[in-house]
């Protein structure tokens, strides 16, 4: 009897198992069924649930034929925009456009210096007719604030001739910069003296000026000055204004009289100089064809910084293959200096009153291998180059001893020598001016600085703002009114 009913439980067991498979599989295709019906419906995606989405990143790298995809929201500065790329390309963003507001300064501020002569109470003169021009000798290696406002006249002619890193806008609340075309160096250079006759100087008198016009205009008011570009290349340039300016963001050859207060590599920008020996075009020259092993010619006693030129001169004075020379401007001074870089291997680049000259520069011109012996140097658009693969550094306290720095250049052979002065010829290209400008070029490679800057300003204005609410009563003549902590 009971083997009976055991056997009578295993049937049921199996017929049990049986029906539950059937159910099961019943299931699993319905399931499918659906799944395959759902494929054909399109997919929203909501970019605004997603972390660190930036729509402007994704037209930004879309190649010329941009890849397909479903139905996708885009948007632009906050205007939605809803391609389908079946039908359409995505908008192509055109990149690197620093937008920048011009002070309509007066012209005593900017080209009047250059003998220009306002007609019809016109600002600016009308550069497809004729460009000032500017003096030359050492004045032009402090010359930037005259290519950088020609550029941004330039952008304005209806075939803009030159690169276009930057743009002028008429409308200050579009731009990212807000540009003071004053031509401090030029100002320094030709009007520091005073006259006799005068009670203070051209230059202090012009910088008292800018000063009060600056600082009375809504932009500088709506940023604290903040996200205003004011050049002072010149160390002695703007010595009474930056003081007061100092909250905007100075081109700068270097740090070297500045404190870090008014002027620091994570506010400012730093700009070559101009060099003033002649380009080496054509350059056929080799590590054989170049005689003179290292080269220097300057200003050799200097204050500051500078004691080490001398202690290198009595070094190396009496090394061979070795120059190292006074000399200037004068008696034919830059040919000279243009022949002997063109003839040299190494170039000394030695700090002197500040940690910066344009020696640096005509050595890169000259495609020289500059030694830089400057520990307090800051170097331009060093944040996307890197000057190691191009240029010898040298502590300043290892360069003054005995016979280290003569056997530190003697030990660079012909190959690696070979290989700095072919970098040295594609990046000089970045350190020279022109008019019209040209793709990376020294105007455009300055303009591309300030831009990568304006993330920083912007942060800066944004969080200036965080207890603009709670300004002093008495500030916003609100003194009758309950302060806000009281309402709580």
Not at 133 to 151: A, F, K, R, V
Not at 398 to 415: C, G, M, Q, T, Y
Request: glycine share 4%; net charge positive; aromatic share 10%.
């Amino acid at each position: 009897m009971a083997e009976r009913n055991v056997s009578s439980l295993g049937i049921v067991s199996r017929k049990s198992l049986f029906c539950l498979l059937i159910i099961t599989s019943i299931l699993f295709s319905l399931s499918w069924l659906f799944v395959l019906g759902s494929t054909g419906r399109p997919h929203f995606i909501d970019h605004s649930l997603l972390s660190n989405s930036n729509p402007l990143a994704v037209i930004d790298n879309v190649s010329s034929k941009p890849k397909r995809q479903n139905h996708v929201e885009l948007s632009i500065e906050g205007q939605p925009i809803v391609k389908n790329s079946v039908q359409e390309e995505l908008p192509q963003k055109k990149k690197g456009i620093l937008k920048v507001y011009m002070y309509d300064l007066p012209p005593e501020f900017h080209f009047e210096l250059l003998d220009w002569k306002a007609e019809g109470g016109s600002v600016w003169p009308d550069i497809r007719t004729k460009i000032p021009h500017y003096p030359g000798g050492l004045n032009l290696q402090h010359s930037i604030e005259y290519w950088l406002t020609l550029d941004l006249l330039a952008s304005e002619l209806p075939d803009n001739p030159s690169a276009g890193s930057a743009i002028r806008v008429h409308n200050s609340t579009e731009a990212d910069i807000i540009f003071v075309p004053f031509f401090s160096s030029l100002c320094y250079n030709r009007y520091a003296k005073r006259n006799p006759q005068e009670k203070k100087s051209k230059n202090k008198g012009l910088q008292e000026k800018l000063v009060k016009f600056v600082t009375s205009q809504e932009e500088w008011k709506r940023s604290g000055g903040k996200d205003h570009l004011i050049m002072a290349h010149h160390p002695n340039s703007m010595l009474d204004a930056r003081t007061k300016l100092w909250p905007a963001m100075f081109v700068l050859s270097d740090f070297g009289r500045y404190p870090p207060h008014i002027a620091n590599i994570d506010k400012d920008v730093i700009a070559p100089y101009k060099h003033v020996i002649k380009s080496y075009i054509n350059d056929t020259s080799d590590f054989e064809s170049r005689p003179i092993l290292l080269y220097f010619q300057g200003a050799i006693y200097r204050k500051d910084g500078g004691y080490a030129r001398q202690e290198l001169f009595y070094l190396l004075k009496d090394e061979k293959d070795v120059h190292f020379s006074f000399g200037s401007v004068q008696k034919n001074g830059i040919n000279k200096a243009s022949q002997g870089m063109h003839s040299s291997k190494f170039c000394l680049n030695i700090a002197g009153d500040t940690p910066s000259s344009n020696r640096l520069f005509d050595a890169i011109a000259s495609h020289c291998v500059p030694v830089i012996i400057s520990d307090e140097i800051e170097l331009p658009y060093e944040d996307i180059l890197d000057y190691s693969e191009f240029c010898i550094f040298v502590r300043t306290s290892d360069a003054v001893k005995e016979k280290f720095l003569i056997n530190l250049i003697r030990s660079i052979k012909k190959d690696e020598w070979t290989r700095m002065r072919d970098r040295l010829k594609e990046v000089e290209k970045f350190f020279e001016f022109h008019f019209p400008s040209k793709e990376d070029d020294a105007v455009q490679m300055i303009w591309q600085a300030v831009a990568r800057k304006v993330p920083a300003v912007r942060r800066n204005i944004h969080k200036s703002k965080r207890f603009s609410r709670t300004v002093t009563r008495k500030e916003k003549g609100l003194e009758s009114i309950p302060s806000p902590r009281n309402f709580w």
